[in-house]
């Protein structure tokens, strides 16, 4: 549960800004669309290793 203490007199939409940031650092969205679907151990693994070969390919073009 986010609690955002609002001050006497702050601008709502100011407010609405503040927790939005706030709600974005917690990752409750993120989290929410990764558990909507179960994604096989193995699945994963491959996905991180192929995404790991990408990003270092990546950086050998930079150089």
Known sequence: MIIMPVKEGENIEKALKKFKRKYERTGVLKEL????????????????????????HTYRLEE
């Open 33 to 56: 669309r990764r558990r909507q679907y179960f994604t096989k151990p193995s699945i994963a693994k491959r996905e991180q290793m192929q995404r790991a070969i990408y990003v270092e």
